[in-house]
């Protein structure tokens, strides 16, 4: 049973360009969370999605930034025209209920915009 | 805003010495205190603390919430090389399950 699986692992982007990060919940997992982590900060909330729906996104910026968590497939988070303030570590935690003990967290995807 | 402070924000003790980091909270509404640990990848969770002065443990490391002072403290004993990391405490508000993060203590173990 893998973990939660994020990818890639690293992401260099231009300013101005796409990125798409990918989070594969852990089997039997169908609560998604995805967090920022900006450097010498702690995590951030971005967004809560469950299949299909968003249920909570009042962490994420309301421009550039979206996720979704289809009903096949892993959850994306995607962020356009990316910016230099845009260089975090993303993390993506599952759970199977919204008990925070049964959260999950993948290893991460480290944004870099140069 | 709902708000964790966690202190130190880093720490360099010797194998085998004792350490105490702290976390404290200002929040709405608490519905649990969560603390992790963060090496170069995922948080792996330590403890979930709901009700107060019950200390959980787990071999060297213990911690116990104070709900009258809104605070927690981690422990770990006999600190080893392999503790370095950086802790997190975290505490859930019950809005969606998100939780709110303290920026963390860093902790070097040296030999």
């Known amino acids: 049973n893998a973990g939660v699986m994020q990818n890639p692992r690293h992401l260099v982007r231009r300013r101005g360009q796409e990125a798409r990060l990918r989070c594969s919940p852990m089997?039997?997992?169908?609560?998604v969370y995805w967090y920022r982590q900006l450097p010498e900060e702690g995590l951030k909330f971005m967004v809560y999605?469950?299949?299909?729906?968003?249920?909570?996104e009042s962490g994420m910026p309301k421009e550039r930034f979206s996720a979704e968590f289809p009903k096949e497939g892993p959850s994306i988070l995607r962020i356009q025209q990316v910016v230099r303030g845009d260089s975090a570590a993303y993390f993506c935690?599952?759970?199977?209920?919204?008990?925070?003990?049964?959260?999950?967290f993948g290893s991460g995807t480290r944004l870099t915009v140069v | 805003e709902d708000k964790v402070v966690q202190s130190p924000l880093s720490l360099v003790v010797h194998e085998g010495d004792t350490v105490t980091l702290n976390c404290s909270y200002e929040?709405?509404?608490?519905?649990?205190l969560l603390w992790y640990k963060q090496e170069k990848k995922a948080p792996t969770f330590l403890f979930m603390l709901?009700?107060?002065?019950i200390e959980k443990k787990s071999g060297r490391l213990s911690s116990i919430l104070d709900k009258k002072e809104l605070s927690s403290i981690l422990n770990i004993t006999a600190t080893q090389t392999g503790d370095s990391a950086i802790y997190l405490c975290?505490?859930?508000?019950?809005?969606?399950?998100?939780?709110?993060f303290g920026t963390g203590t860093r902790l070097q173990v040296t030999l």
């Open positions: 999605l469950q299949k299909e729906n968003i249920i909570d």
């Open positions: 975290a505490v859930d508000t019950g809005t969606a399950s998100k939780l709110t």
């Open positions: 709901t009700s107060s002065g």
């Open positions: 089997k039997g997992h169908s609560h």
């Open positions: 935690a599952s759970s199977y209920d919204t008990n925070p003990y049964g959260y999950t």
């Open positions: 929040v709405t509404n608490f519905r649990s």
